[in-house]
Nanobody, 122 residues
Framework: QVQLVESGGGLVQAGGSLRLSCAASGSIFRINTMAWYRQAPGKQRELVAGITSSGTTNYADSVKGRFTISRDNTKNTLYLQMNSLKPEDTAVYSC????????????????WGQGTQVTVSS
């Protein structure tokens, strides 16, 4: 059983900052890529940022220069530092991990967290 648990969401004024965390726990052999997605009301889920196990990152154009994704492989934890937040960043943010388990070391499986709400007021 694998769980991803996000934390750090909340309400912040435009221009403010938040730091999201996503802790992966359970029967994990290796975590490959991890990523943050978000979904605003009435919109499709979109990729915010991703990071490989070696630390290579990619970002959506809308958050480049404002958000920073990072991970602590010793703690199986993913982070998203969000600065200069805008009202259009308001969404439910979910983390995603592609990983293998001790009983299935060769076929990666995708897991999702339950999501955390981020609301940016103008």
């Amino acid at each position: 059983q694998v769980q991803l648990v996000e934390s750090g969401g909340g309400l912040v004024q435009a221009g403010g900052s938040l730091r999201l965390s996503c802790a992966a726990s359970g029967s994990i052999f290796r975590i490959n890529t991890m990523a943050w997605y978000r979904q605003a009301p009435g919109k499709q889920r979109e990729l915010v940022a991703g990071i490989t196990s070696s630390g290579t990152t990619n970002y959506a154009d809308s958050v480049k220069g404002r958000f920073t994704i990072s991970r602590d492989n010793t703690k199986n934890t993913l982070y998203l530092q969000m600065n200069s937040l805008k009202p259009e960043d308001t969404a439910v943010y979910s983390c995603n991990a592609v990983l293998t388990t001790p009983t299935n070391r060769w076929i990666p499986t995708t897991y999702w967290g339950q999501g955390t709400q981020v609301t940016v007021s103008s």
